[in-house]
């Protein structure tokens, strides 16, 4: 079994900045991809970014330029961070992560972690 846990929402004017952390860990041999998701009160999940394990990303267009991801493979943890932030980007953020433990491969997800931008 693997989990998730984030860490570092919270509340911040708009403009303002934050960085999120999720750690994974248990019985992992890979973690392929690693990534962000998004959901605002009365809408759908939606990717916010993602990172490969050689280090390739994608963004969502609403964030590029403000946001940036980034993963240490040791450690088993990924990092957002977050500038310039907006009301719009006001959401429960997810961590993701594609794992292999054993011969099984498969997506867990983290239990969410709330950024509040205010105007």
């Known amino acids: 079994q693997v989990q998730l846990v984030e860490s570092g929402g919270g509340l911040v004017q708009s403009g303002g900045s934050l960085r999120l952390s999720c750690a994974a860990s248990?019985?992992?041999?890979?973690?392929?991809?690693m990534g962000w998701y998004r959901q605002a009160p009365g809408k759908q999940r939606e990717s916010v970014t993602t990172?490969?394990?050689?280090?390739?990303?994608n963004y969502a267009d609403s964030v590029k330029g403000r946001f940036t991801i980034s993963r240490d493979n040791a450690k088993n943890t990924v990092y957002l961070q977050m500038n310039s932030l907006k009301p719009e980007d006001t959401a429960v953020y997810y961590c993701?992560?594609?794992?292999?433990?054993?011969?099984?491969?498969?997506?867990?997800w983290g239990q969410g972690t709330q950024v509040t931008v205010s105007s």
């Open positions: 993701t992560a594609r794992v292999r433990t054993g011969p099984g491969e498969r997506a867990y």
């Open positions: 248990g019985s992992i041999s890979i973690i392929y991809v």
């Open positions: 990172i490969s394990i050689d280090g390739s990303t």
